[in-house]
């Protein structure tokens, strides 16, 4: 009996040593600077509140947080979209004026490979850019760091929520360089393919709540002969 | 004691490891896709939106009422001319199968952009020209795809079709769209010896 319950208590313990192995493992880290600030290339950056209460609407299945905004919006409860959210936003330029609307679309991945630190999110951002065009950018985004570093921390303090600083890329993929595909629709973008890259700056998260304050920024590489000078660029 | 708690603990190790590999975190449900063989031109899906249940967000500047309620959309000069809208998106079985924005833009080039976002199998981007043919049907190219739309090309029509009478789940007409879509042909060395 007793060589059953150590056999029982080594295995729990083991369970638990490789869960805080994962957790505190300090090469399993995301990157902060963006693969895009090296280069040469102009750069169109757009930014948005990643706060509910400030976007146009965010919906879910209703039972995640954030809680869906406005409280009526139409729920994504059926089986296949229960795993995905769609936030619209208004999007401002580098001088924080508005410069169009992006929907974001998301879903959780098949690809999400916990032993790799890869909470991994396949999304999608239709973006209009009023009087200048339209574009789809798709990626890949790995949600670990975020998860690690925000979202866990408020679930352990006492007051069930998070303050600090955390700047982070959420952009993995799918190009070679960590980068998301930009795909030019209307407009001045009308045939453009180009890379982009998503990051979040997060300073409060609330259990309750969600994000509290926490803005993002997509940064898209502009092809030299594409866009006009009229498109804002840093 | 100690040898089988130490046995225990390798094995708690191991087999944590193991379920996270064999185990899949996450795991979409899935629909089977609906299609039919073209001849000559790939396959054909039509997917479609009940009016008015399947909105979620209808945004427009002049818009008495914007969908959904409580929504305060931007009184902004910007965005005259452009209305957004987001979607659930079924299959002809009637089964929601993803989720799907439409972007009808003004100006002196008018389109209609579609970006359908299916969890299982990846996400399509559509161009649409504004003009409407005779039958009411306006047609658009496949911009891109990711996942399983990534290596296909092809066109989509969409057309609005109006329901006699509100069905009893408050239907009262349905947004189609048909697509039809082709593998892209890939160039293949010729082998050594073959003729050209």
């Known amino acids: ?234 | 004691m100690f040898k089988s708690f130490t046995f225990g603990l390798i094995l708690g190790l191991i087999a944590a490891a193991g379920l996270l590999y064999v185990v899949p975190v996450v795991d979409q449900v899935r629909e089977r896709s609906i299609v039919s063989v073209k001849a000559n031109g790939g396959n054909r899906e039509t997917l479609h939106v009940n009016l008015p249940i399947d909105r979620i967000l209808a945004g427009r500047a002049d818009l008495q009422t914007p969908l959904p309620p409580g929504l305060e959309w931007p009184d902004d000069a910007l965005l005259s001319g452009t209305q957004i809208e987001l979607f659930k998106i079924r299959n002809a079985n009637e089964k929601v199968i993803g989720v799907a924005s439409r972007i009808v833009g003004g100006g002196e080039q008018p389109f209609i952009e579609w970006a359908i976002h299916m969890p299982a199998r990846g996400t399509s981007y559509f161009v649409l020209a504004d003009a409407a043919n005779e039958s009411g049907e306006r047609t658009g190219n496949l911009r891109t795809g990711t996942r399983e739309f990534s290596s296909l090309s092809g066109v989509v029509a969409e057309r609005y079709i109006a329901e006699d009478t509100t069905t009893s789940d408050g239907v009262s007409g349905r947004l189609e769209l048909t697509t039809s879509l082709v593998a892209q042909a890939e160039k293949v060395a010729p082998a050594e010896g073959d003729e050209l």
Not at chain 1, 52 to 65: A, K, Q, R, W
Request: charged share 15%.
């Open chain 1, 1 to 234: 009996m007793k060589y059953g319950l150590s056999l029982l208590l080594g295995i729990v313990t083991g369970a638990v040593i490789f869960c805080l192995l994962l957790y505190f493992n300090p090469f399993a880290g995301g990157q902060a600077i963006s693969p895009l600030a090296i280069t040469d290339s102009r750069l169109l950056s757009l930014t948005f509140s990643s706060v509910p209460d400030e976007t146009l609407i965010l919906t879910n299945d209703g039972e995640s947080v954030p809680a869906p905004y406005p409280a009526k919006v139409l729920q994504l409860w059926e089986p296949t979209i229960a795993h995905t959210s769609a936030m619209v936003v208004m999007l401002a330029n580098s001088r924080g004026e508005p410069a169009g609307v992006g929907i974001k679309i998301w879903s959780e991945s098949e690809t999400t490979d916990i032993l790799n630190a890869a909470l991994m999110v396949d999304s999608v951002w239709h973006v209009i850019l009023p009087g200048k065009g339209t574009f789809l950018v798709d990626q890949q985004e790995n949600y670990w760091s975020y998860m690690r570093e925000v979202v866990i921390p408020a679930h352990r303090s006492s007051g069930d929520n998070w303050r600090g600083t955390w700047n982070g890329v959420m952009t993995v993929g799918p190009n070679a360089l960590g980068t998301a595909r930009v795909t030019g629709g209307s407009g001045d973008f009308a045939g453009i393919a180009t890379e982009a890259v998503e990051s979040r700056l997060a300073s409060a998260f609330s259990v309750a709540k969600g994000p509290v304050a926490m803005r993002g920024s997509l940064t898209i590489m502009l092809p030299d002969e594409a866009v006009d000078d009229e498109v804002e660029s840093e």
